[in-house]
């Protein structure tokens, strides 16, 4: 089985602009959450999605923002990007409900780099 | 709310050598315990997890063992190699906190032949 996947690995983009983020779940995974790594405040959850729906935020501004699609796919929006905003942006898939809905699986990140 | 403290690091060991690394944590209820290990330009991977009380999670030569009396859920592994080089975190996966990860600010380990 595939993992999670997600494009593009690696962004440069200056301050102002926006940028967007996707991910693509381990197949049968229904959940998505995307995560924030950063050398100064570590892994920090930004949201979950779950049925096209976002069904938990992290303590982030509006400026990041999400969806789902009806396969699973996710992708995340930064908008009038910020030199703090430049990171390892993680994404993870779970399944939904049952046993081992608890585990999430990650992607190798995409790298955003803010100049 | 829900916490998790890990021993800083960086920690450096001889290969061979045994390891331990230090888990707390803080949560409510009954949380689920992970340990991902990430190397170098690459993102998180799932190294072992524990689900309720006295459970011990094992996987390549690494064990931890879920102790509520102390919420504690220490790594071990008994011989190191240069190829564990990594950074190490333990999380807790709450449901209380709406079923994020949460996760503790990860122990980097260098390995050296």
């Known amino acids: 089985k595939a993992g999670v996947t997600q494009t593009p690995r690696y962004l440069i983009k200056t301050r102002g602009q926006q940028v967007t983020l996707s991910c693509s779940p381990i197949s049968g995974h229904r959940s998505v959450s995307w995560y924030q790594q950063t050398p100064g405040q570590g892994l920090q959850f930004l949201f979950e999605y779950f049925s096209e729906t976002q069904r938990n935020k992290g303590n982030f501004p509006g400026r990041f923002s999400g969806r789902q699609f009806s396969n699973s796919r996710s992708e995340m929006n930064v908008s009038t990007l910020e030199l703090g905003d430049s990171a390892l942006y993680l994404c993870a898939s779970s399944l939904s409900v049952g046993e081992g809905a608890d585990t999430q699986y990650f992607g190798p990140g995409t790298r955003l780099t803010v100049l | 709310g829900d916490s998790v403290t890990q021993m800083e690091g960086p920690v450096t060991l001889s290969e061979e050598a045994f390891l331990t690394i230090n888990c707390t944590y803080t949560?409510?209820?009954?949380?689920?315990l992970f340990w991902y290990v990430q190397y170098p330009g690459e993102g998180l991977q799932l190294l072992l997890k524990?689900?309720?009380?006295?459970d011990k999670g094992s996987n390549k030569g690494f064990e931890a063992t879920y102790r509520k009396e102390t919420t504690s859920f220490h790594l071990e592994k008994g011989s190191v190699q240069v190829s564990d080089s990594a950074v190490y975190f333990c999380?807790?996966?709450?449901?209380?906190?709406?079923?994020?990860?949460?996760f503790g600010q990860g122990t980097e380990l260098s390995v050296k032949p």
């Open positions: 999380a807790l996966h709450s449901y209380n906190q709406g079923g994020k990860l949460i």
């Open positions: 949560a409510t209820g009954y949380p689920s």
């Open positions: 524990a689900t309720k009380a006295d």
